[in-house]
């Protein structure tokens, strides 16, 4: 999952619960105005989670792509002893 993807993944969310995330969206307004040192506490947390969580899925994609190929090339060889 690339970038785009991600922000794809959260645009379409934002569009089939509109409700959801208009309370989200005016909750982290709040907090930003009454409690800025907590509000950019959480948005700090929440962006090293989004890397965290970006990371894991290009380290598990390349694992699987890589694991399909043995896989394939494993086939290819048993196939030609045939």
Do not use: C, W
């Not at 934002?14 to 907590?38: C, E, F, S």
């Not at 948005?43 to 290009?58: D, K, M, N, P, R």
């Not at 598990?60 to 045939?82: A, H, W």
């Amino acid at each position: 999952m690339d970038f785009s993807g991600f922000v794809n993944s959260i645009v379409s969310f934002a569009q089939n619960h509109a409700i959801i995330a208009i309370v989200i969206v005016l909750g982290l307004l709040y907090l930003m105005v009454r409690k800025p040192k907590l509000f950019f506490s959480i948005f700090s947390i929440g962006l090293v989670l989004a890397g965290l969580f970006y990371i894991i899925t290009i380290l598990t994609g390349s694992g699987s792509e890589k694991k399909s190929k043995l896989i394939e090339q494993k086939e290819e060889q048993v196939d030609t002893n045939r």
